[in-house]
Structures are given as C-alpha cells and as structure tokens.
Nanobody, 121 residues
Framework: VQLVESGGGLVQAGGSLTLSCTAS????????MGWYRRAPGERHKLVAS???????DYSDSVKGRFTISRDNAKNTLYLQMNSLKPEDTAVYYC????????????????WGQGTQVTVSS
C-alpha cells in the first residue's frame, strides 16, 4: 500500500499550490480520502475530505479557499489551495479510510509520507 504526495513547496501569501496524491496497492474499498496537515508543534488536523459518494467536507480554516477532488481513473487525489496564508504552512498528508467507526466516522488507516507547504508573508 502506497500513498505518494507531491506538489508542495514555497509560495508567497496569496498564491496557489496544488497537491497530488497517487494511491497504489490498496485492495480494500476506500470509504473516504482526506488531506491532513501538521504545523510545527501541533497535531494532525483534517483540512479536507471526500467520501466515496463525492461528499466533500472542509475545515473552517480552509473553507472557500481549498478544493479537494479526485481522478479515479488515475487513482489520484488533489488539493487545490488558493489564497494561501502563512498559517497554512505545514506538512500536508494524504490519507485513505477503509473503515468506518461504530460512531460513523471515517478511520484513516493509510497515510502518505507528507509534503511540505511553506507560505511566506
């Protein structure tokens, strides 16, 4: 099982970046895929997710600026990030959820290695 992110980098505030995540080797049904980020000294935070039924969800901090999408034919997940702010600086991780908890939440059990996004002011 492999999730490989790409597309991170250094960008000025107000700029845009598109992250990509290519999945391979996952034989189980994927219920949702998401993008997490971890800023220095903080925990992982889910910023965007997309369910198998194409329901998208965003954290309040990125709503209206980030867009999650996927290309099933390419097994690739994307995160289009616009109007970037210095507080968006973090390592961004792609994750896949093959399980749903008893409470009905997605359990992300496959993770990529992360890609650094740095937004300068």
């Amino acid at each position: 099982v492999q999730l490989v992110e790409s597309g991170g980098g250094l960008v000025q505030a107000g700029g845009s970046l598109t992250l990509s995540c290519t999945a391979s080797g996952i034989d189980e049904e994927i219920n949702a895929m998401g993008w997490y980020r971890r800023a220095p000294g903080e925990r992982h935070k889910l910023v965007a997710s997309i369910s198998a039924g194409d329901i998208r969800d965003y954290s309040d901090s990125v709503k209206g600026r980030f867009t999650i999408s996927r290309d099933n034919a390419k097994n690739t997940l994307y995160l289009q990030m616009n109007s970037l702010k210095p507080e968006d600086t973090a390592v961004y991780y792609c994750a896949a959820a093959t399980r749903i908890s008893y409470e009905g939440t997605y359990e992300y059990d496959y993770w990529g290695q992360g890609t650094q996004v740095t937004v300068s002011s």
